[in-house]
T-cell receptor, first 114, second 111 residues
Framework: DSGVTQTPKHLITATGQRVTLRCSPRSGDLSVYWYQQSLDQGLQFLIQYYNGEERAKGNILERFSAQQFPDLHSELNLSSLELGDSALYFC?????????????FGPGTRLTVL | TQLLEQSPQFLSIQEGENLTVYCNSSSVFSSLQWYRQEPGEGPVLLVTVVTGGEVKKLKRLTFQFGDARKDSSLHITAAQPGDTGLYLCAASMDSNYQLIWGAGTKLIIKP
């Protein structure tokens, strides 16, 4: 158990819909990261927050948005969903968001878009 | 274009054999990490290397960072079924906080 929690574990929805994925970081960690992993592929970095502020942005689509709240939990919002958005979405957290920090990953949310 | 190339993409060997997987790039990195991911779970950090030529050992696993900090290798001695998983390398550059990830090597160790 990494200490990072993600909800829901599974999500099935239809094209065109909007969903929200939630992440609670490890106690004491200030930085949160979001990743997308398609079937049998590596991780695609989406976005990173540190103490409520956006720190780095990867290949995140305009239809996706995220935020980190004052209590440090984070939400990833996916809208106008397409079939290709079906994937595992991971949240990770680290102490200070540094380049060599250990990132602790949650169990992931499996999103299926029908 | 994948900035970090991992090879092989897939490897299936018998228990007890040795193996090496590679992570290569044309870019210079300030640090590189290796993670292992089991099915249905998130990746777990194995090691971080930061110095060119650095070698780190973790039981039967040996990690090496290339002298020029453009490549890395992971060698497993006497592989066991418990080593089965997806091995991912991730590297960082001085210019930004974002980790760049390889596509992974899927390793299966058969009993």
């Amino acid at each position: 158990d990494s200490g990072v929690t993600q909800t829901p574990k599974h999500l099935i929805t239809a094209t065109g819909q909007r969903v929200t994925l939630r992440c609670s970081p490890r106690s004491g960690d200030l930085s949160v990261y979001w990743y997308q992993q398609s079937l049998d592929q590596g991780l695609q970095f989406l976005i990173q927050y540190y103490n409520g502020e956006e720190r780095a942005k990867g290949n995140i689509l305009e239809r996706f948005s995220a935020q980190q709240f004052p209590d440090l939990h984070s939400e990833l919002n996916l809208s106008s969903l397409e079939l290709g958005d079906s994937a595992l979405y991971f949240c990770a957290s680290s102490v200070a968001g540094g380049r060599t920090d250990t990132q602790y990953f949650g169990p992931g949310t499996r999103l299926t878009v029908l | 274009t994948q900035l970090l190339e991992q090879s092989p993409q897939f490897l299936s060997i018998q228990e007890g054999e040795n193996l090496t997987v590679y992570c290569n790039s044309s870019s210079v990195f300030s640090s590189l990490q290796w993670y292992r991911q089991e099915p249905g779970e998130g990746p777990v950090l194995l090691v971080t290397v930061v110095t060119g030529g650095e070698v780190k050992k973790l039981k039967r696993l040996t990690f090496q960072f290339g002298d020029a900090r453009k490549d890395s290798s992971l060698h497993i001695t006497a592989a066991q079924p418990g080593d089965t998983g997806l091995y991912l390398c991730a590297a960082s550059m001085d210019s930004n906080y974002q980790l760049i990830w390889g596509a992974g090597t899927k390793l299966i160790i058969k009993p």
